[in-house]
């Protein structure tokens, strides 16, 4: 007998739990220009539904017309906060981000427009710039802000992290609170910053290796050709928009900014008497080829685009190789060779101008920076300021993949819970 009194509130546990779901459809169901579909969630993830939003090309001219911008939502209650994850490039399934968890809050995850399935029919790129993608987002927190009326945080990673920051910059009051991890700011079409960096990190003797293994490489091209030909026949890559061999002397002069970007350790260089097939998977390993293959280069034109006139990007210094360098220019930044050539629009520097200054001022507050320690993009870091309460975390020995919540010190954790109380007014477990 004593166990009915558990079962009845079992019972009406689980009735109001399923009460609940025909309740937030019903309301997604009514937003305007949205659909929904239920998908099936991973363990905690709360209800999780992909949502279809209906978004004008430009927001100031409806007339211009629409496309469709996915975006994951991952329910867990409307007395909870939300998370909107501004991610940078495509989102090909949902996940739970880990300042979602930390804070068990709904979670509204936004594929970034002209990325994945969240293109026009007809691409016309003079409409992929922050100010619409900022526009998006804010678009599709009106239409939640019903549904979840607690406080708001923005977050993303890398591309996704700089988002979050445009976002703060074009709509201050649309969080309370913003994440950005390892988020490049530049301040120019190429970034010097990027290079002080790599001229600085690490020990002497780790920066002398790593060029000297570049140019092993490089003076073993007749060599080393042929094996990527094959290779790339095996990997089923082309290249179109670049031959192999200008391929081949990117990934030699990206080596660097991908060592120190993954953080790989200087003893796992290749000695100059390795065998050349060792040093050559090594240098596929840490900086393959085929991020310049037709694949990669359609994968991210959006991203070469938004750099190209908008965001700004890092450069390769040719002139330390410049004997041993023969596809690419050696009198210019070789980079915008594989920006497709119909982005022919000019570089804008206004925007840039403008977060930078920004971001020095009084107004970026209630922001909480994480970078990598080694990780080049912290190379353009966003400066610490002290007349904003923001904090900034550079973890170190951490990189792009690793510089999370989940690698802070103790003090740093703790520091960080502090700030999300303090500016939530919420208790963080």
């Known amino acids: 007998m004593k166990k009915l009194p558990i079962l009845t509130l079992l019972i009406l546990l ?7 779901t025909p309740h937030l459809r019903s309301r997604l169901l009514n937003l305007p220009n949205v659909s929904i579909q239920s998908i099936a969630p991973d363990t905690g993830d709360g209800e999780v539904y992909e949502l279809r939003v209906r978004q004008p ?14 975006v994951y939502l991952n329910h867990v209650g409307h007395d909870r906060p939300a998370v909107i994850v501004t991610e940078g490039y495509n989102r090909p399934r949902p996940r739970a981000y880990e300042l979602t968890q930390m804070l068990k809050a709904n979670q509204v995850q936004v594929e970034h427009r002209f990325f994945g399935n969240s293109m026009p029919d007809s691409l016309d790129y003079r409409y992929l710039n922050l100010q619409q993608a900022t ?36 709509y201050p009051d649309d969080v309370a609170v913003s994440v950005p991890y390892v988020a490049p700011i530049n ?30 490489i490089l003076t073993e091209r007749a060599e080393i050709l042929p094996l990527l030909k094959f290779y790339s026949l095996g990997a089923r890559t082309k290249y179109s928009y670049l031959t192999l061999e200008q391929a081949f002397e990117y990934a030699v002069l990206e080596y660097p900014f991908s060592f120190w970007q993954y953080g790989q350790d200087c003893g796992g260089i290749p000695s100059a008497d390795a065998p050349l ?20 280069v359609e994968q991210y034109v959006s991203h070469y685009y938004q750099s190209a006139t908008e965001m700004g990007y890092y450069g390769y210094r040719t002139a330390e190789f410049e004997d041993l360098i023969e596809a690419l220019p050696t009198d210019r930044n070789p980079m915008a060779l594989f920006f497709p050539s119909e982005m022919n629009d000019p570089f804008d520097g206004k925007l840039l101008k403008g977060v930078n200054k920004w971001l020095n ?45 989940t690698g802070m010190t103790k003090s740093e954790r703790e520091r960080f819970v502090a700030a999300l109380e303090r500016w939530l007014e919420i208790d963080v477990d």
């Open 277 to 296: 097939h060792e040093a050559l998977i090594y240098l596929l390993e840490v900086s393959g080829i085929d991020f310049f293959s037709d694949a990669s």
């Open 361 to 405: 001022g009084k107004e970026a507050n209630r922001i909480a920076y994480i970078y990598g320690g080694v990780d080049t993009w912290t190379g353009s870091a966003v400066p610490e300021n002290d007349r904003v309460d923001s904090e900034w975390f550079v973890l170190k020995g951490k990189h792009h993949a690793n510089a999370r919540i």
């Open 187 to 216: 301040r120019a079409y190429e970034e010097p910053r990027l290079y002080t960096f790599l001229d600085t990190i690490g020990s002497d003797a780790c920066r002398a290796e790593i060029k000297a293994f570049q140019r092993r």
């Open 14 to 20: 689980s009735a109001l739990l399923q009460a609940q």
């Open 135 to 170: 526009a998006d987002l804010h678009h599709i927190r009106e239409l939640l802000g019903g549904i979840y009326p607690e406080k708001w945080v923005s977050t993303g990673i890398s591309k996704g992290g700089a988002t979050t920051i445009f976002y703060r910059y074009f």
């Open 57 to 70: 090309l430009d927001h100031t001219d409806t007339l211009r017309g629409f496309f469709y911008q996915k």
